[in-house]
T-cell receptor
């Protein structure tokens, strides 16, 4: 069974600090990895996706992937109170399959 | 990214009635759409994969006769919750498969069954 694990949190960081969100997955065949942000009562919105080992940066966000360790992370630099939300890690397995398996999410609170 | 709409955004109904939720892909022809359900403080759980012009594929434990999915066009998929009960109260979210990057989600429909 494909599993995606996240620390549920809450993770609290002060404004301006770096928030580090972690995710592990069980299926070694997983090929694509996504981070979504979900505000309370809203649907998820895509932040980043990463396919290859290493880092991928987009503005204040950096996704890191290590397929050997089956680990993916999201760093948020200069955290803002508006970043306070639940962050969902999602994993896509198998070529031609666009189904996503989601983790339970990590709740992030950025303290002003 | 793709733009996805859902209607209604919120619905309250009596137990035993049926509720239809529409999911529209506004700027992309979606061969495949996905339906998720999210209970409070839980993650998204995939209910079914909706394929245009064919039967939906349901995940294990999801009753296909209770959750009817129709994907009659490339821009519209509907989910009908038949004979709804209070335990069906949840946040229902659809998404489109863009076949390029990832899934883009609709705004969700909050269902409350009294």
């Amino acid at each position: 069974q494909k599993e995606v694990e996240q620390n549920s949190g809450p993770l609290s960081v002060p404004e301006g600090a770096i928030a580090s969100l972690n995710c592990t997955y069980s299926d070694r065949g997983s090929q694509s990895f996504f981070w979504y942000r979900q505000y309370s009562g809203k649907s998820p919105e895509l932040i980043m996706f990463i396919y290859s080992n290493g880092d991928k940066e987009d503005g204040r966000f950096t996704a890191q992937l290590n397929k050997a360790s089956q680990y993916v992370s999201l760093l948020i630099r200069d955290s803002q109170p508006s970043d306070s939300a639940t962050y969902l890690c999602a994993v896509q397995t198998g070529a031609g399959s666009y189904q996503l398996t989601f983790g339970k999410g990590t709740k992030l609170s950025v303290i002003p | 990214g793709a733009v996805v709409s859902q209607h209604p955004s919120r619905v309250i109904c009596k137990s035993g009635t049926s509720v239809k939720i529409e999911c529209r892909s506004l700027d992309f022809q979606a061969t495949t759409m996905f339906w998720y359900r999210q209970f409070p403080k839980q993650s998204l759980m995939l209910m079914a994969t909706s394929n245009e012009g064919s039967k939906a594929t349901y995940e294990q434990g999801v009753e296909k006769d209770k959750f009817l999915i129709n994907h009659a066009s490339l821009t519209l998929s509907t989910l009908t919750v038949t004979s709804a009960h209070p335990e069906d109260s949840s946040f229902y979210i659809c998404s489109t498969d863009t076949q390029q990057e990832t899934q883009y989600f609709g705004p969700g429909t909050r269902l409350l069954v009294l």
